[in-house]
């Protein structure tokens, strides 16, 4: 039995999200099939993050077994002929029996995209929320602080399907300003559902004063998601890494 690992890229905005579902073109989906026809039959796909609809990839990985002996080399070839063009496998390699690439996973890498502009600018809204107030960005480097190391994150999780844990460990949060654009990079050991968009909606409040300063932390201990700022829009958030 072989265990191959694949590393994906994607643009989520056709898709209903990573994780295949009754109602939707999903990105697990759209893999499997070209699996079942470059292997002859079906196998399941086991994703590291469970993307949310018009969320994007940069490097998402999954895994699935097979007795296939198909060369390494050439999967990712054969794969990507029978995928549409905003989904690419841009590796294929062989794990270990007992991989699971969500399982197995000791950390994300996520990036939020912010255009800074009062007008519609149609090369950049598919990946960016436009923003088009004045925001105080070394606010909102002050604020992001506050979220870094082990905390209950339950005031940034969106409803969930079942009861989990809220504690997670943030151990990177940078604000970069790059022209017109903000890039948040948050980096930790797991992200509850939504978690990184509500972060990113409360950081953008801050910073366009809806919020006062110091606020975050209040948001934080309040363990209560009313409190924290909006869900920011899916299409500005990219993963883009997983660390094992």
Not at 181 to 190: C, N, W
């Amino acid at each position: 039995m072989r265990n191959i690992k694949l590393t994906i890229s994607y643009d989520g905005t056709a898709y209903k999200g990573w994780q295949s579902q009754a109602n939707g073109r999903t990105v697990q989906d759209q893999i499997e099939k070209a699996i079942k026809k470059v292997f002859g039959k079906k196998h399941t796909l086991y994703g590291a993050s469970r993307t949310d609809s018009g969320v994007h990839a940069k490097c998402q990985a999954a895994n699935f077994k097979t007795t296939n002996p198909i060369p390494l080399k050439k999967i990712a070839h054969a794969l990507n002929a029978y995928l549409d063009e905003d989904i690419a496998v841009v590796k294929a390699e062989e794990a270990g029996r007992s991989f699971h690439a969500r399982f197995d996973a000791r950390g994300k890498h996520y990036r939020y995209q912010v255009l800074l502009n009062p007008h519609r600018d149609p090369f950049e809204e598919k990946y960016s929320w436009r923003v088009p107030y004045k925001l105080n960005v070394p606010r909102m480097r002050r604020e992001a602080k506050v979220l870094l190391g082990r905390h209950d994150f339950k005031a940034f999780q969106a409803a969930d399907k079942r009861e989990r844990s809220s504690t997670r460990r943030i151990t990177r949060l940078d604000i970069k300003k790059r022209k017109d654009h903000l890039v948040l990079d948050i980096e930790g050991d797991g992200f509850l559902y939504n978690m990184v968009r509500n972060i990113v909606g409360t950081l953008v409040d801050i910073g366009r004063g809806y919020l006062p300063e110091a606020s975050m932390k209040t948001i934080l201990k309040s363990r209560d998601r009313r409190k924290a700022g909006p869900t920011a829009p899916a299409k500005g958030l990219f993963l883009i890494k997983v660390k094992y």
